[in-house]
């Protein structure tokens, strides 16, 4: 099993910043991917970016420039950094960890981000 445990959502103004943190632990794997989900009311959850242990990295559409996602000095730890933040950017963030090898992937409890206009 892993376990996620998110942090740094909260409630910016449009235009402004908020940083996403995500710490794995518990049977974690060297070949790995780690994402960020979001899902707004009433929608899907849907993909907002991802990083391999390996480095690659790949996001939407919607937030390229605006949006990055790194992995920390400790491997098992990844940060989504939004800026320019937008009203349509309102939703439950979600940490993903998937073990490649098996093809299993965990979720983190979410993490509430409002952008208010």
């Known amino acids: 099993q892993v376990q996620l445990v998110e942090s740094g959502g909260g409630l910016v103004q449009a235009g402004g910043s908020l940083r996403l943190s995500c710490v794995a632990s518990?049977?974690?794997?060297?070949?790995?991917?780690m994402g960020w989900y979001r899902q707004a009311p009433g929608k899907q959850r849907d993909l907002v970016a991802f990083?391999?242990?390996?480095?690659?990295?790949n996001y939407t559409d919607s937030v390229k420039g605006r949006f990055t996602i790194s992995r920390g000095d400790a491997r098992n730890t990844m940060y989504l950094q939004m800026n320019s933040l937008k009203p349509e950017d309102t939703a439950v963030y979600f940490c993903?960890?998937?073990?490649?090898?098996?093809?299993?992937?965990?979720w983190g409890q979410g993490t509430q981000v409002t952008v208010s206009s």
């Open positions: 990083v391999t242990s390996g480095g690659a990295t």
């Open positions: 993903s960890y998937v073990n490649v090898v098996v093809g299993r992937t965990y």
């Open positions: 518990g049977s974690t794997f060297s070949l790995n991917r």
